[in-house]
T-cell receptor, first 112, second 111 residues
């Protein structure tokens, strides 16, 4: 089973809202990732968690706040987003940071 | 210079054709390499890991040349279902873990 699940599939939010994206994997992977993908562009790495610790933050604005409650779950908390934050947000996991990453289906976010 | 560069697309090929994609990376700290495919409005899916010894999976062959910092993907006997965007991916550790995607090469296979 190489499944990574993400909820919700779609999200529309206003600039003053607070929402959270969720990601789950049960493959025993120790690295989990958040990516942002705009249309016709490749995914851009936002955050990496390795063994439940934040290993890298690619200078992402503080309105995005990641959380790793346990080794199977990864959240992305959203607050005061801007319309330019509208994108596909992808979660991925891998056995270890340099190994193959498996992607979830993504959450398509629209900020109004 | 971009850290990972791919051939500009799109590639338009007939069914049955052989097509080759190239990718170069600039950081010698790069440690692992992959090809992913991404269909429209879907998530990236692993196509192949890439090793110096080369690896083959059916119609697909991937190769890594560390000396030239170059990765390739060869698709033989193209099928309509091969139409997708192909993404070159590099993992590196420069004091922190980093995954970099190339911009992707769009492939259209036509009947």
């Amino acid at each position: 089973d190489t499944e990574v699940t993400q909820t919700p599939k779609h999200l529309v939010m206003g600039m003053t809202n607070k929402k959270s994206l969720k990601c789950e994997q049960h493959m025993g992977h120790r690295a989990m990732y958040w990516y942002k993908q705009k249309a016709k562009k490749p995914p851009e790495l936002m955050f990496v968690y390795s063994y439940e610790k934040l290993s890298i933050n690619e200078s992402v604005p503080s309105r995005f706040s990641p959380e790793c409650p346990n080794s199977s779950l990864l959240n992305l908390h959203l607050h005061a987003l801007q319309p330019e934050d509208s994108a596909l947000y992808l979660c991925a996991s891998s056995q270890d940071w340099s190994e193959t990453q498996y992607f979830g289906p993504g959450t398509r976010l629209l900020v109004l | 210079r971009k850290e990972v560069e791919q051939d500009p697309g799109p590639f338009n090929v007939p069914e049955g054709a052989t097509v080759a994609f190239n990718c170069t990376y600039s950081n010698s700290a790069s440690q692992s390499f992959f090809w992913y495919r991404q269909d429209c409005r879907k998530e990236p899916k692993l196509l192949m890991s890439v090793y110096s010894s080369g690896n083959e999976d059916g119609r697909f062959t991937a190769q890594l040349n560390r000396a030239s910092q170059y990765i390739s993907l060869l698709i033989r006997d193209s099928k309509l279902s091969d139409s997708a965007t192909y993404l070159c991916v590099v993992n590196l550790n420069t004091g922190g873990f980093k995954t970099i995607f190339g911009a992707g090469t769009r492939l259209f296979v036509k009947a």
